[in-house]
Nanobody, 119 residues
Framework: QVQLVESGGGLVQAGGSLRLSCAAS????????IGWYRQAPGNQREMVAT???????NYADSVKGRFTISRDNAKNTMYLQMNSLKPDDTAVYYC?????????????WGQGTQVTVSS
């Protein structure tokens, strides 16, 4: 069973920064794609940023230029550096890993970490 554990959330003022971490219980290279999603109250979960095994990245338009996704394969950990935070970034942030097994995609999720940005 794969476990993903997020950390680094908290309360920050608008314009501030936070760095989220996601530690995996197995090699993150086993995932075809890993990434961050978020869900604000009353909203659907949305993609924030993803990174593939080949280091291709993808960002939501709302965070481009402010957030940076990265990973440390040696530590089996993924990061999300969040700068210039806005109140609209307030949400529970989830770590996600996707594994492809014979054309079937399996999703693994962390428990989430709360990010609150005050105005």
């Amino acid at each position: 069973q794969v476990q993903l554990v997020e950390s680094g959330g908290g309360l920050v003022q608008a314009g501030g920064s936070l760095r989220l971490s996601c530690a995996a219980s197995r090699s993150i290279k086993s995932f075809s794609t890993i990434g961050w999603y978020r869900q604000a109250p009353g909203n659907q979960r949305e993609m924030v940023a993803t990174i593939t095994r080949n280091d291709a990245t993808n960002y939501a338009d709302s965070v481009k230029g402010r957030f940076t996704i990265s990973r440390d394969n040696a530590k089996n950990t993924m990061y999300l550096q969040m700068n210039s935070l806005k109140p609209d970034d307030t949400a529970v942030y989830y770590c996600n890993g996707k594994q492809l097994v014979i054309a079937t995609s399996y999703d693994y999720w962390g428990q989430g970490t709360q990010v609150t940005v005050s105005s």
